[in-house]
């Protein structure tokens, strides 16, 4: 069974400056995707990032950026400049679409709560 | 992006009654939706897959017979508490991925539900 672990209950950063997420995972499966996304107070969830295991190159959406590590099961997410609006919840999540049919649901890490502080 | 579109945002019911929660996409056919309940300062956890006409797959632990399910139309899926009671209390949230499309999901709006 793959799980997704996030080490990091809470966390907090200045304004502008950079904080790095962690997340490790476990799976046999050769071909996933990873994701981090974003739960506001709002509790919509926001997608930030999403990377497939099969290309080596990182993601990077403008002010974040991953570094994925296949061969240690680590995709952490690093967050640059961060801003006020960056306070939420950060959810790693791994996706095997081999599973729930041709969509594959979501596996979710217990989350991180990011504050950035003025 | 697409759009997923989730009602009520919250709702109040008494012990022993039904709540229906509703999942729609509103500009893509979804065959395949998921149902989320997320637990105060906790992570999601999939409750079941929605299969647009057929049975849903639920996950190990989860009641089919207290979480309705129905995947009626290609745009819609509702999960129903049945006879609910105060642990049920909880976060619902549903998503669905577009067909063909990425791989993002795209979540609905989230049903906060109080049982008293």
């Known amino acids: 069974a793959q799980t997704v672990t996030q080490s990091q209950p809470e966390m907090s950063v200045q304004e502008a400056e950079t904080v790095t997420l962690s997340c490790t995972y476990d799976?046999?499966?050769?071909?996933?995707?990873l994701f981090w996304y974003k739960q506001p107070p709002s509790r919509q969830m926001i997608l930030v990032i999403r990377q497939e295991a099969y290309k080596q190159q990182n993601a990077t959406e403008n002010r974040f950026s991953v570094n994925f590590q296949k061969a240690a099961k680590s995709f952490s997410l690093k967050i640059s400049d961060s801003q006020l609006g960056d306070t939420a919840m950060y959810f790693c999540?791994?996706?095997?679409?081999?599973?729930?049919?041709?969509?594959?649901?979501?596996?979710f890490g217990k989350g991180t709560k990011l504050s950035v502080k003025p | 992006g697409a759009v997923v579109s989730q009602h009520p945002s919250w709702v109040i019911c008494k012990s022993g009654t039904s709540v229906k929660i509703e999942c729609r996409s509103l500009?893509?056919?979804?065959?395949?939706m998921f149902w989320y309940r997320q637990f105060p300062k906790q992570s999601l956890m999939l409750m079941a897959t929605?299969?647009?006409?057929?049975?849903?797959?639920?996950e190990q632990g989860v009641e089919k017979d207290k979480f309705l399910i129905n995947h009626a139309s290609l745009t819609l899926s509702t999960l129903t508490v049945t006879s609910a009671h105060p642990e049920d209390s909880s976060f619902y949230i549903c998503?669905?991925?577009?067909?063909?499309?990425?791989?993002?999901?795209?979540f609905g709006q989230g049903t906060r539900l109080t049982v008293v």
């Open positions: 929605s299969n647009e006409g057929s049975k849903a797959t639920y």
């Open positions: 999540a791994f996706s095997n679409p081999n599973y729930g049919g041709s969509q594959g649901n979501l596996i």
């Open positions: 500009d893509f056919q979804a065959t395949t």
């Open positions: 799976t046999s499966e050769s071909n996933y995707y």
């Open positions: 998503s669905a991925r577009v067909p063909g499309g990425s791989t993002e999901a795209f």
